[in-house]
């Protein structure tokens, strides 16, 4: 009976949690299911909402440039944080100073990066005056419909690819010097050691950034909304966009919140597809 | 006898100590939300408060993207956290339609007082009264000095009679832009705006874009929309105006010197004024040849929460900041916006015309000739908003660059389907 | 691509991997670099020098420190005060509602125990931003409006902290657990004097996790918390563009000191953020 009693001593260290888990996350998403079944004016549960966004082409729009995005943006920043992490993982002199400096973006409220961010932008702003001394002509960036996303993308990449740095820097801490040295010996190139040593080992690192790297783009809203409002043309109109317009702008929180459980829904499922596809060890 | 006796004084004492301590009662705080900065309204808090001991006013500000939603989450809740809060006046029938303002008819007569027939319009719904006057607006065209004499080109008049049709601005800021090497030519300041741009889509006959009973039918893809939209395009087209700059940092090109004509509000006198070696004067904005000369104006109306703890206190607050000129001259003070009060006017006014005595009694006579005759308000309508979100986007596809036909047609589907939703 | 490190002679390979380092560093240290540069200009210079590229762009030639004067003496300075005041108690709090926590999850074998797992990393998969609508109608409720209270609470469960820790509890040697047990230690000893002391790299790591999501919380503290005096930093810098000015030389001395603060602490703190993190990669 040891195992119960490690239950009851596991439930009382785990009370504060599960609390702020269940009024946290799981009532208020009960709440917005309960909204989200609710058409205008209606005091009968029914699917109306769901209809209406799915058969709404700028919802579906979203949906589109929502899974474009993630395809892109994904193993861009991946490979982006990878690269840099094997750049500045060292010892040398002032590097601590310069990692912190790539996360430093990350504490920054995104409404203020995104205000520098539009000032970069702008046809006469530090971007294009910056080609301009390479006698690059001035590209549009947000206001093109070829450009935007990847404008976006930029954005949010400066913003976020700190943070996976940092943790794949503490994954490459953690691989066995032995392994390089045993490489070495057998005549690897650095590049070969980064295929057969480096990478293997941060298998799980990579996961973990894979994963909460996709859930964090799938929420991305505040350069959206602050520097290109989804346009040009729906060209970058992210779902968080479409949830938040609904919700706090167009005052219709019934297909805010069907929009809602939509993007859960698709968290959860590409979540479990990650997992699956690269935790064949048995994550722990 | 005596037990009679003490029975009365005691209860005379006691009635005493009630009339006493209700004179000495806490006072009672009226919550007030606006999207301006509290020093806007400091000083008539101030002044009010001297004047009524027993209110006190709880000034409380959010950012001006955020008002409509903070009052939807918190009046829309139920909750008597707020009781006066300023309301953007297009939106008055959506909210008074989903309950969030409280009917005030009894105050009819006092707004007929003071504000003109064009500005009680948009404080009412379906023939109630939901809103107190407060501000409006009106818009002037810019034009710096400085590049129409580098070019050699005559200024513009600031006589009505003489304003200038969009053709005629634009082929004028062509000549100044190649005489001068201006960057831009014509800039309207709320880029994308319908607020902004509903002139040169109404002003050639084209209607507001909602139509029907209850201007819920959407009218933007008739031959004048299309022609209107074609003319907004071209100016980014022909970098007369530019594209990718967001409507709050227009204003640099002015004050950067290197645009030739700014339309915008009164409210960049301050603002144009401080800037060193901008030399600038005001016109009337142009108009569309075969159509009216056409303004856009209201802004913020003052509102009651229908849930407000203390509505009778907090009725008095609102009255005195728009049906009382007195609680009105402070406000301007601070912010120099148009009060709708029309015996508060003539101090505005003046006030403006003082700031620059170069160009004041131009502006004066500006401002005053479009807000009592050029000034039309947005259609009122519950849809509203959802017509104004679907159009500022639209309108922003244009200016990047879409083509206009197509722009309008999708954003008339897209009307069509979200104003169902409303009905 | 590892250094060896306590090497003292400077290889031109290291020099060449310095200068990678600083160029990376310098294109993120560009736009901070821009915006404090333009919160100690006056406000119409900000934008005369960004095109074309001159050396004023980056050199200002009229200083001013009217921006910062006035930034703090206005609403900002109290802003500031609440941001910090929150942050460093959602870091203390979240610590003590995650660490027992990830505790439970590691260390104590419980029927259940990878269900509960599961169902809190889940949960905490739920975006805040699509969920905090109805959760600001359930605070309200409880009267939290306006309160430090309700700043507080959403940033003290933290998915990703439970995750981290559990990980890193994980690699504590289990042999230590099993003998004080035997010592008739109960499984709050064995956390408080056995697993915390261990743990100081990750609980540090974690609370600066906490810490940076609260640092930059923008759309939960503006519904919750509105009134002058609750205000965060980012809520307060909003306040600078009305409909009719934007202060952009506010905004710009604004988002300085907010991007500084932070930066101070990732970099007091940045050795620990690496190197606790990685013994939460591939120790098994």
């Known amino acids: 009976m040891r195992k119960w009693r490690n239950f009851w001593v596991a439930m009382i260290f785990l009370l504060p949690a599960i ?29 109306d909402n769901y209809i209406y966004i799915f058969t709404d082409p700028v919802f579906l729009n979203s949906v589109w440039i929502t899974l474009f995005f993630s395809i892109i943006v994904n193993p861009l920043q991946i490979a982006v944080s990878l690269g840099l992490a094997v750049v500045m993982n060292n010892k040398l002199p002032g590097t601590g100073f310069w990692r912190s400096l790539i996360l430093l973006p990350v504490a920054i409220p995104q409404s203020v990066s995104a205000v520098v961010w539009a000032v970069a932008f702008r046809p006469d702003g530090l971007l294009n005056s910056l080609l301009a001394v390479f006698g690059i ?18 954005v949010v990449s400066w913003i976020g690819v700190g943070y996976w740095m940092t943790m794949l820097i503490a994954g490459l801490q953690d691989i066995p010097k032995v392994l390089y040295e045993a490489a070495t010996i057998d005549g690897a190139t650095a590049w070969q050691k980064f ?33 290109t409002n989804g346009g040009p043309q729906g060209s970058t109109d992210l779902i968080m966009n479409e949830i938040y317009t609904s919700a706090f702008i167009n005052s219709d929180p019934g297909s805010a919140s069907a929009a809602t459980m939509v993007l859960i829904a698709l968290v959860l499922v590409i979540v479990l597809i990650q997992f699956r596809l690269m935790s064949d060890r048995g994550e722990k | 006898m005596r037990a009679m006796k003490t029975g009365l004084a005691g209860l005379a004492a006691m009635l005493l100590l009630t009339a006493a301590g209700s004179a000495f009662a806490d006072p009672v705080t009226v919550n007030f939300l606006t999207a301006e900065k509290p020093e806007t309204f400091a000083d008539a808090i101030a002044q009010f408060e001297k004047a009524n001991p027993d209110i006190k006013v709880n000034f409380e500000t959010v950012p001006f993207d955020s008002m409509v939603p903070t009052i939807e989450a918190r009046v829309g809740g139920k909750d008597s956290s707020i009781d006066v809060f300023l309301v953007d006046t297009p939106r008055v029938p959506a909210m008074a339609n989903s309950g969030l303002l409280a009917k005030i008819n009894d105050e009819m ?29 009106t818009q002037l065209m810019y034009y710096n000095k400085n590049l129409f004499d580098k070019a050699g080109v005559a200024y513009p008049s600031a006589e009505q009679k003489d304003r200038m049709t969009y053709e005629q601005t634009i082929d004028m800021a062509k000549k100044v832009m190649a005489g001068s090497g201006a ?91 401080s800037v060193k070696d901008l030399h600038y004067g005001v016109a009337p904005v142009p108009y569309w040849k075969d159509g009216k000369p056409q303004t856009p104006t209201d802004s913020w109306g003052v509102a009651i929460s229908p849930y407000a703890a203390h509505p009778a206190e907090a009725l008095k607050w609102a009255e005195y900041i728009t049906l009382n000129a007195e609680g009105l001259a402070p406000i301007i003070k601070q912010n120099p916006i148009i009060p709708v009060n029309k015996d508060a006017y003539p101090a505005y006014i003046d006030w403006i015309a003082s700031l620059d005595p170069k160009i004041g009694p131009d502006a004066k006579k500006i401002m005053t000739y479009e807000i009592a005759d050029t000034a039309v308000s947005r259609p009122r309508s519950i849809g509203y908003v ?38 | 691509m590892k250094e060896p490190s306590g090497i003292d002679r400077i290889t031109p390979r290291q020099v060449f991997h310095m200068a990678v380092i600083v160029v990376i560093g ?53 802003a500031i005060f609440n941001s910090l005041f929150v942050a460093i108690v959602t870091v203390v709090a979240g610590l003590a509602v995650c660490a027992p926590a990830a505790f439970a999850l590691a260390a104590i074998e419980f029927p259940g125990r990878a269900i509960v797992f599961t169902a809190m990393i889940v949960s905490f998969l739920i975006p805040f931003d699509a969920i905090a609508v109805p959760l600001f109608y359930l605070m309200r409720g409880f009267n939290l409006q306006n309160t430090y209270t309700g700043l507080i609470l959403p940033g003290l469960g933290n998915g990703l902290t439970v995750f981290l820790l559990r990980q890193f509890f994980l690699g504590i040697p ?111």
């Open chain 1, 19 to 47: 609390l702020s888990v269940v009024v946290l996350r799981l009532w208020p998403a009960i709440l917005a299911l309960h909204q989200s079944l609710l058409a205008p004016r209606a005091t009968t549960y029914s699917f």
């Open chain 1, 137 to 154: 002509g001035p590209q549009r960036y947000i206001t093109s419909p070829d450009q935007s996303l990847a404008s976006i993308i930029l």
């Open chain 1, 195 to 227: 295929q057969h040593v480096t990478v293997p080992q941060l298998r799980r690192p990579l996961t973990f950034v894979l994963v909460a790297d996709t859930v964090a783009n799938f929420l991305v809203f505040a350069p959206v909304s602050i520097l």
């Open chain 2, 109 to 137: 007569d006092k707004v007929k007082a003071v504000a003109n027939e064009e500005s009680q319009g948009v404080l009412t719904y379906k023939g109630d009264l939901y809103a107190l006057p407060f501000w409006s607006s």
């Open chain 2, 183 to 273: 960057k831009y030519g014509f800039v309207p300041e709320q880029i994308d705006r319908y607020y902004q741009l509903q002139p040169i889509f109404e002003g050639n006959g084209g209607g507001s874009g909602l139509t029907g009973p209850d201007n819920l039918t959407p009218d933007v893809t008739n031959d004048k929309w299309i022609a209107a939209g074609k003319f907004y395009a071209s100016l980014f087209a022909d970098n007369i105006a530019p594209r990718g700059i967001t409507d709050d940092q227009m204003q640099t090109t002015f004050t950067s010197g290197q645009d030739v004509f700014y339309v915008g509000g009164p409210w960049q006198f301050t603002n144009f004024n």
């Open chain 2, 386 to 423: 959802a017509f104004e979100t679907v159009m500022n986007k639209a309108f922003s596809d244009i200016r990047n660059g879409s083509d206009v036909e197509a722009t309008l047609k999708q954003a008339q589907q897209q009307l069509t389907s979200q104003l169902r939703r409303i009905q």
């Open chain 3, 26 to 78: 310098l294109t993120f240290l560009l736009p901070l670099y821009w915006l404090t540069l333009s919160s100690v200009r006056p406000e119409d210079d900000i934008f005369r020098y960004l095109n074309p590229f001159s050396l004023w762009t980056f050199i200002p030639n009229r200083l001013t420190f009217d921006n910062i004067v006035n930034l703090w003496t206005g609403v900002f300075a109290r």
């Open chain 3, 174 to 284: 289990k042999d230590l657990s099993e003998a004080a047990q035997l010592d008739g230690m109960g499984w709050f000893g064995i956390f408080w004097r056995i697993y915390l002391p261990l743990s100081t790299p990750a609980l540090i790591s974690a609370g600066l996790i906490m810490f940076i999501f609260q640092w930059q919380a923008y759309l939960w503290p503006l519904l919750i918390a509105p009134s002058n005096d609750m205000k965060v930093a980012p809520v307060a810098l909003a306040q600078f563009s009305t409909e009719y000015h934007v202060s952009f030389g506010l905004i710009f001395a604004g988002a300085m000191f907010l991007s500084l603060i932070p930066m101070v602490i990732l970099v007091g703190f940045q050795q620990y953020f690496t190197s606790s993190v990685a013994a939460t990669g591939s120790k098994e």
